[in-house]
């Protein structure tokens, strides 16, 4: 169970294109969805957190409007990258968590990742 | 602050414990994780432990949690070559809302 996969494993694209990632639980309902970004032979680092129907919450630092999130329904949750150019190149991970329970711990389940690569 | 530190790198031969050990920071954290990332993939839950435990057992995997000292471990044991891979340990902050991440270990196995 908890199964999250993210779509596409893979992009290259040009300059100023704006590219969509897909993260979909598709065995459970994610209530939270969380999108991290990860350089080669770095850690994760947390970009913003998306609830299901409500705004992203955006870590310092991160430009709302250059990575756009959209948290439409429990199972499924974008990321936008818009006009992107070769800096936004970098490893793109979410993940996605159940709903809190009393103990507070729902482990957060991670896709597979997107390599965004910029030319 | 939020720092989570581990070793960057560990050798270990096939067969041999391994023991990847993590520092953090934040003494109100609920829980313990610990993530395996294989090359080119995602983040793999391999197992957590509750803060108000000392330790934690599940098949060859063995967590132990130094609250005191705020160290945190993850010992392999019988290590196999399919368990190369970066291992991040990460805390449980905001509230349990947010994990923040240790910055990786890779672990080799060597024939």
Not at chain 1, 102 to 113: A, I, L, S, V
Not at chain 2, 7 to 36: A, H, M, P, Q
Not at chain 2, 46 to 56: A, G, P, R
Not at chain 2, 77 to 89: K, L, N, V, W
Request: aromatic fraction near 10%; charge should be neutral.
């Amino acid at each position: 169970g908890a199964v999250v996969s993210q779509h596409p494993s893979w992009v290259i694209c040009k300059s100023g294109t704006s590219v969509k990632i897909e993260c979909r639980s598709l065995d459970f309902q994610a209530t939270t969805m969380f999108w991290y970004r990860q350089f080669p032979k770095q850690s994760l680092m947390l970009m913003a957190t998306s609830n299901e129907g409500s705004k992203a919450t955006y870590e310092q630092g991160v430009e709302k409007d250059k990575f756009l999130i959209n948290h439409a329904s429990l199972t499924l949750s974008t990321l936008t990258v818009t006009s992107a150019h070769p800096e936004d190149s970098s490893f793109y991970i979410c993940s996605a968590r159940e709903r809190l329970t009393r103990t507070g711990n729902q482990p957060q389940h991670f896709g597979d990742g997107t390599r965004l690569s910029i030319l | 602050g939020e720092d989570v530190e581990q070793s960057l790198f560990l050798s270990v031969r096939e067969g041999d414990s391994s023991v990847i050990n993590c520092t953090y920071t934040d003494s109100s954290s609920t829980y313990l994780y610990w993530y395996k990332q294989e090359p080119g993939a995602g983040l793999q839950l391999l197992t957590y432990i509750f803060s108000n435990m000392d330790m934690k057992q599940d098949q060859r995997l063995t967590v132990l949690l130094n609250k005191k000292d705020k160290h945190l471990s993850l010992r392999i044991a019988d290590t196999q070559t399919g368990d190369s891979a970066i291992y991040f340990c990460a805390e449980s902050t905001g509230g349990g809302n947010k994990l923040t991440f240790g910055t990786g270990t890779q672990l080799k196995v060597e024939l």
